[in-house]
């Protein structure tokens, strides 16, 4: 052998603990101790709340979750697994509509209605439902006119240009807004 093939390389301590491992079939075992800051770990319970890294967690159903401002937006829109009121499986093509509504699936609403056919009480609570409607629709509507109305009165074409209205239109967006006022008022039912 000639001289130059010799490993000229040192060996530290922890790789020849390492061959020593490997040889023995001891895969994971450590080499080297680390040392370090090491954090306190906390541990919370189902319910509990806590602040960590400036966000809200909690613990639900074993399971460590974010705290946001649209938790409870969620909780109306998710459709759960059984239905709260009847314990039935909920069907999404079916039953998302109604539990966003009224919090039930499809075939409580068909109880619900039919026992308030049986008292006779279902035209009063069509009403109710097609008075609310219309009343949403309603202010949706004022909010729309009252901003098409208050609208600035210059515009820059894009050609650079500014344009002035003269603001002519807001007595016919006035009187379109009465009528479609009126049309709705008129389609409540008593």
């Known amino acids: 052998m000639s001289k130059d093939s010799v490993l000229k390389k040192e060996f530290k301590h922890s790789d020849v603990n390492r061959l020593r491992n490997l040889v023995q079939g001891k895969y994971g075992e450590k080499t080297t101790m680390g040392t370090g800051y090491q954090k306190a770990k906390e541990f919370h319970d189902e319910g509990d709340v806590w602040e960590e890294d400036g966000r809200t967690w909690t613990i639900k159903n074993g399971v460590k979750q974010n705290i946001t401002k649209l938790d409870k937006a969620k909780e109306g829109i998710v459709l759960p697994l059984f239905c709260p009121s009847c ?104």
């Not at 619900?112 to 097609?130: I, S, W, Y």
């Open 87 to 190: 314990s039935r499986t909920m069907k999404p093509h079916l039953d998302k509509r109604w539990f966003v509504m009224y919090g039930h699936c499809l075939d409580c609403q068909v109880d619900f209605e039919a026992e308030l056919k049986k008292q006779g009480k279902l035209q009063e609570f069509e009403d109710k439902v097609v008075n609310a409607n219309i009343e949403g629709v309603t202010k949706d509507l004022e909010v729309w006119f009252d901003e098409l109305i208050n609208e600035k009165q210059s515009f820059i074409t894009e050609a650079g240009d500014v344009e002035k209205w003269d603001g002519s239109g807001k007595t016919q967006l006035l009187k379109y807004k009465e009528e479609a006022l009126e049309y709705l008022k008129n389609k409540k039912r008593d």
